[in-house]
């Protein structure tokens, strides 16, 4: 049986980003089929680092003190169902939300993490990424810190490799922080085919985008989440300082692969009508991504 610390599930942009901070670990990765991976690659600037892993499928014998699910959203609840009994504690790095509670469903809420991530990377090939824009990861739990050792351990490790990491009492409000902004740049820069910086610098595009933000605002604070910044100008932040990258989810529509609107405008919208909210712009978008991606054969 293997046996690790850390379990990389996902040897995508951001499996390969923990796997470069925790290369001095006890790590392994975890991947979807029994492709063969020689090594992971990943570009930041000028500098290139490659490092061979020890790696296996889902399906083999292991234990993991903490796994780590890279993968994309939709990927989360089968991985769940794959690990059960085999991590003591799990991290999830996905955007979106309603991934945190599936964790907390499955191994407890002393047992699951939920993370933030503003780095953005983006594939250079295959097991290859490449940093296109520094940021930071914060981790934390729901509610409150409930395993203060775990979080420690983890942000000293992601920090001894030389990542940016900051450690909270509830991830909760961060979580919905980062999809408030998502739901405003990713469809709407999808639809348009633009760069980021569409959705300040197209007038028409910015007033949606806000509408959009001001929406998830009155849905966050429906549910008693308090932001800890103000999306609006986090928004003209973001925008500005990765204005020159393709979102997310336009790269997944241009690359023929399913989006992650479901876990962003889809699940705001939703959350809105069950507190009988006016959520009709997030609504909207969701319907025009999803009929894109209907339009594009993607399942
Ligand atoms: N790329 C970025 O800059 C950022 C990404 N994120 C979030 O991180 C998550 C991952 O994104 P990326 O790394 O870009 O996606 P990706 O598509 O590059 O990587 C996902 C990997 O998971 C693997 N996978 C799927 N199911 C699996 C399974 N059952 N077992 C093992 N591996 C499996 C896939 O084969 C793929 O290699 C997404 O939710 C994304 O929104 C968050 C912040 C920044
Ligand atoms: C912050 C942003 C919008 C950067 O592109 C992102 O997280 C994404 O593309 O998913």
Not at 43 to 50: D, F
Not at 130 to 145: F, H, P, S, T, W
Request: proline content about 1%; charged content about 25%; hydrophobic content about 40%.
């Amino acid at each position: 049986m293997h046996e690790h610390e850390y379990c990389i599930i996902g040897a995508g942009n951001i499996g390969i980003l923990l796997s470069y901070f925790l290369r001095n670990e006890d790590v392994a990765i975890i991947k979807k089929n029994n492709s063969e991976i020689t090594y992971v690659r990943l570009l930041n600037g000028e500098k290139s680092w490659e490092q061979r892993f020890v790696s296996f499928e889902i399906e083999n014998n292991f234990f993991c003190r903490k796994a780590l699910i890279a993968t994309k959203a939709y990927n989360v609840e089968e991985v769940v169902s794959k690990i059960k009994g085999k991590a003591e504690n799990v991290f999830s790095f996905q955007n979106g939300l309603g991934i945190i509670e599936i964790l907390v469903n499955n191994f407890g809420v002393k047992n699951s993490f939920g993370s933030s991530i503003t780095y953005g990377v983006s594939s250079c090939g295959k097991y290859c990424t490449e940093i296109k824009g520094l940021g930071e990861i914060i981790v934390g739990q729901l509610g409150k810190k409930y395993d203060e050792n775990v979080l420690s351990e983890f942000s000293y490790a992601i920090k001894k490799g030389g990542g940016n990491i900051e450690v909270v009492d509830d991830i909760m409000p961060y979580l919905w922080l980062k999809a408030i902004i998502n739901s405003a740049i990713n469809p709407i820069t999808t639809l348009l085919g633009s760069k980021n910086k569409a959705v300040i610098e197209n007038d028409f595009a910015q007033s949606l985008a806000l509408k959009t933000i001001k929406e998830g605002e009155k849905v966050a604070s429906a549910l008693g989440i308090k932001l800890p910044s103000d999306p609006e100008k986090m928004l003209f932040e973001i925008a500005t300082k990765t204005g020159e990258n393709y979102s997310s989810m336009l790269q997944d529509i241009k690359n023929k692969k399913r989006t992650e609107i479901d876990y962003i405008n889809g699940y705001i919208a939703l959350q809105g009508e069950k507190l009988s909210l006016n959520v009709e712009t997030n609504k909207t978008l969701y319907l025009m991504v999803k009929a894109l991606e209907k339009e594009l054969f993607i399942t």
